[in-house]
């Protein structure tokens, strides 16, 4: 081998250069393009979601020149592999090589884009904390991109599954068969946001909703990845899930995610 800088596994599993100070310079991983800002007159700053280290913002530079080597691969909805150098307070990003783009599957349709946009957001939100791991957070926003990109499903219930299964993930999933404030089991009727679900008849604050047993079930069957259940609910039902899912959600993100304004709920 030869005698260039040593490397080894950073904290995050990933492979770097070492510095003097013992701290890894350059690394690598791959992540998912949440959004890009412009910088200057070339440059981007590039927010991703990343395998092992989570959530990253990082400069792009010159990547808005017409000649730029990696432009194209930096834009959102784009599953990257990435080498990066560990700045100072932004992280540069060095090369960038296409996984797979999910972009051209989702702008040809409104609703498509409408809901990837609003997973992006959710996304960046959920996990807030800049290089705090979470794989599962990953890979579930990968799995989401890629069955919405495939128009195998209603694009809002891939939408609801993601959004439900990402609260879940961060400790938020809604009690749906069980009281949420006692415990106690039972098809309860009533659901309050901020109670965190469903509730029984003791224990129902005011301003409780009382959806429809089957759009509970819909809750229920896309929490729970069951399509076939999901794929069955017609119309009426979806539209009470979406709106009981964006009401949830929004309560649990202190800034909301502006985007599913945008959300085709009809």
Not at 194 to 203: D, L, P, T
């Amino acid at each position: 081998m030869g005698h260039g800088a040593p490397t080894r596994v950073g904290r995050h599993g990933a492979v770097g250069t070492i510095r003097d100070n013992g701290e890894v310079s350059l690394y690598r991983d791959e992540g998912v393009v949440l959004r890009n800002q412009k910088l200057g007159e070339a440059d981007r700053i590039v927010t991703l979601l990343t395998r092992r280290t989570g959530l990253v913002r990082a400069v792009g530079k010159g990547v808005r020149r017409t000649k730029s080597r990696f432009g194209a691969r930096l834009e959102p909805c784009t599953h990257v592999d990435l080498q990066l150098h560990t700045g100072r307070t932004l992280d540069v990003i060095t090369q960038a090589e296409t996984v797979r783009s999910y972009g051209a599957a989702v702008v040809s349709d409104y609703s498509r884009y409408t809901a990837a946009t609003a997973m992006l957001e959710t996304a960046e939100k959920v996990v807030a904390v800049e290089k705090d791991p979470a794989l599962r957070q990953f890979l579930l926003l990968i799995g989401a991109l890629r069955t919405l990109g495939e128009g195998s499903h209603d694009s809002r219930l891939v939408l609801d599954a993601y959004l439900l299964r990402s609260l879940a993930v961060a400790g938020y999933a809604p009690a749906l068969t069980e009281c949420a404030r006692c415990g106690s089991r039972g098809e309860h009727r009533a659901f309050a946001v901020h109670a965190g679900g469903m509730v029984c008849s003791v224990c129902r604050p005011h301003g409780s909703t009382h959806p429809a047993p089957d759009t509970l079930r819909l809750m229920s069957a896309l929490l729970g990845g069951d399509w076939d259940s999901a794929d069955a609910s017609d119309g009426k039902q979806r539209s009470e899930c979406s709106g009981l899912v964006a009401a949830y959600l929004q309560w649990h993100l202190e800034n909301g995610i502006r985007s599913l304004r945008h959300v085709e709920r009809s």
